[in-house]
């Protein structure tokens, strides 16, 4: 049996299928990921290229602007 947290849980119910991108996303980057998704759910527009960007530059994470795109 497959488990997962609460938390994960209820992403998967309000977004669907649990993405990839998410096991990338270190502790140190959740807060701005968070923030991210708390702005895109409030119908704020994020430029996927500066979410790669500021990912790769101030946490190593690499993730292509079209994930992060298909992610929103």
Not at 29 to 54: D, T
């Amino acid at each position: 049996m497959i488990t997962m947290n609460i938390e994960d849980m209820l992403a998967e119910a309000e977004t669907g299928k649990r993405s990839a991108i998410l096991d990338r996303i270190t502790e140190e980057a959740k807060p701005f990921w968070q923030g991210c998704e708390e702005r895109v759910i409030a119908g704020r527009q994020l430029k996927p290229f500066v979410v790669s960007r500021l990912l790769k530059e101030q946490f190593g994470i690499k993730i292509s602007e079209s994930a992060v795109r298909n992610h929103f």
